[in-house]
T-cell receptor, first 113, second 108 residues
């Protein structure tokens, strides 16, 4: 597709459950970012991939969060033992290379009940 | 520490009333300053990239400028469809640092 695609667009899960959020970046973009956005706030950095490797995962809040990008394209953000505080919009972005503008998907709204 | 501060938090303008949004930043080695527009329930939409002090970019009613410490997004004769949250971001070594945005409302 022409833009960054994220699925699902909405996810409601029970506290303690495991969730996976998917990001399909723009074709040819080597850099991929995950961000989290709470209401009224700017996006907060989680993790950055350059190709298949996580170049910077310093924004992941704790070890319940993990992300992969096995073939250098699609990425999955995985959250174990979800907590109500994990509720937010999770945004994925991709860019052609490290120092160029990033293009965002529409986000996945995660609600933990 | 890399940091971005945007002001004002919210701005209400009459249609046609020009104004400016501010983004002040501290970053060790600016690799780029980016402006995005975000509509409710949507992801940020890319507007501009600025790389060096003195640079300017324009798109329709929007013009972005950059100095060594801040950037301005000038809106000329805004229309109601310009209502959105405008986000500023600077690029550090591995990530984009975002401000909290300016929520712009243009009243017909």
């Amino acid at each position: 597709g022409a833009g960054v695609s994220q699925t699902p667009s909405n996810k409601v899960t029970e506290k303690g459950k495991y969730v996976e959020l998917r990001c399909d970046p723009i074709s040819g973009h080597t850099a991929l970012y995950w961000y989290r956005q709470s209401l009224g706030q700017g996006p907060e950095f989680l993790i950055y991939f350059q190709g298949t490797g996580a170049a910077d995962d310093s924004g992941l809040p704790n070890d319940r969060f993990f992300a992969v990008r096995p073939e250098g394209s699609v990425s999955t953000l995985k959250i174990q033992r979800t907590e109500r505080g994990d509720s937010a919009v999770y945004l994925c972005a991709s860019s052609f290379s490290r120092n160029t503008e990033a293009f965002f998907g529409q986000g996945t709204r995660l609600t933990v009940v | 520490e890399d940091q971005v501060t945007q002001s004002p938090e919210a701005l209400r303008l009459q249609e046609g009333e020009s104004s400016s949004l501010n983004c002040s930043y501290t970053v060790s080695g600016l690799r780029g300053l980016f402006w995005y527009r975000q509509d409710p329930g949507k992801g940020p939409e890319f507007l501009f990239t600025l790389y060096s002090a003195g640079e300017e970019k324009e798109k329709e009613r929007l013009k972005a400028t950059l100095t060594k410490k801040e950037s301005f997004l000038h809106i000329t004769a805004p229309k109601p469809e310009d209502s959105a949250t405008y986000l500023c971001a600077v690029q550090g070594s591995n990530q984009f640092y975002f401000g909290t945005g300016t929520s712009l409302t243009v009243i017909p």
